[in-house]
């Protein structure tokens, strides 16, 4: 930890973000879920699977529908389908509104040891040792995680000169934090 002793503050001013970008962060950030990877896949599974039961049974019963089964599941899975995404920014959107921290501008300060910030509703302090893993959503947004419930939002475009990307970089990579790339 040496090398971070002379090391300038990093400083993020007048951070805020908008509704649109904090939809658009956290859903990149839904979809690159493993667990939504997962259920992408297997829902698309289910409906050319079922897709290939209807067509079996339509050519079987000479191209007469009679069952409604098979039909009524493929179009549930394609509304499902369809109106998943929809439905995941329609809850990020109401997050964000229940949210009032992020529409108050902050300043973050990156010190060697310590993540502070501050606003019109108050201030707080913590170390980096804290900040258990952090997200890089190009081209604007770093995300950093003290815990998995909750996390800073600092927009690159709001670091102060003459810091950059790769002094951020570099300071999370001495406090041994990973960095990933959405």
Same mark, same amino acid.
């Given at each position: 930890?040496?090398?971070? &002793? %002379?090391?300038?503050?990093?400083?993020?001013?007048?951070?805020?973000?908008?509704?649109?970008?904090?939809? /658009?962060? +956290?859903?990149?950030?839904?979809?690159?879920? *493993?667990?939504?990877?997962? +259920? +992408?896949?297997?829902?698309? /599974?289910?409906?050319?699977?079922?897709?290939?039961?209807?067509?079996?049974?339509?050519?079987?019963?000479?191209?007469?529908?009679?069952?409604? @089964?098979?039909?009524?599941?493929?179009?549930? #899975?394609?509304?499902?389908?369809?109106?998943?995404?929809?439905?995941?920014?329609?809850?990020?959107?109401? #997050?964000?509104?229940?949210?009032?921290?992020?529409?108050?501008?902050?300043?973050?300060?990156?010190? &060697?040891?310590?993540?502070?910030?501050?606003? %019109?509703? #108050?201030?707080? @302090? %913590?170390?980096?040792?804290?900040?258990? =893993?952090?997200?890089?959503?190009?081209?604007?947004?770093?995300?950093?995680? *003290?815990?998995?419930?909750?996390?800073?939002?600092?927009?690159?475009?709001?670091?102060?000169? *003459?810091?950059?990307?790769?002094?951020?970089?570099?300071?999370? &990579?001495?406090?041994?934090?990973?960095? =990933?790339?959405?």
């Amino acid at each position: 930890m040496s090398d971070l &002793a %002379g090391m300038q503050s990093l400083v993020f001013s007048q951070v805020t973000m908008s509704a649109d970008e904090y939809v /658009a962060v +956290n859903f990149r950030l839904w979809r690159q879920q *493993p667990a939504t990877r997962r +259920n +992408n896949w297997i829902l698309i /599974a289910a409906l050319v699977l079922l897709s290939i039961s209807l067509l079996a049974q339509l050519q079987q019963d000479g191209w007469q529908l009679t069952s409604w @089964s098979a039909p009524s599941l493929l179009v549930v #899975g394609l509304l499902y389908a369809l109106l998943r995404t929809w439905f995941v920014r329609w809850m990020l959107r109401r #997050g964000y509104q229940k949210n009032t921290v992020l529409k108050e501008p902050i300043d973050f300060t990156l010190t &060697a040891e310590e993540i502070k910030g501050r606003s %019109g509703l #108050g201030q707080f @302090s %913590g170390k980096l040792a804290t900040i258990n =893993r952090a997200v890089l959503v190009q081209p604007d947004w770093l995300l950093l995680y *003290p815990n998995q419930a909750a996390c800073y939002y600092l927009d690159l475009r709001r670091l102060q000169a *003459p810091a950059t990307l790769s002094a951020v970089e570099q300071l999370l &990579a001495q406090h041994q934090v990973s960095l =990933r790339r959405v």
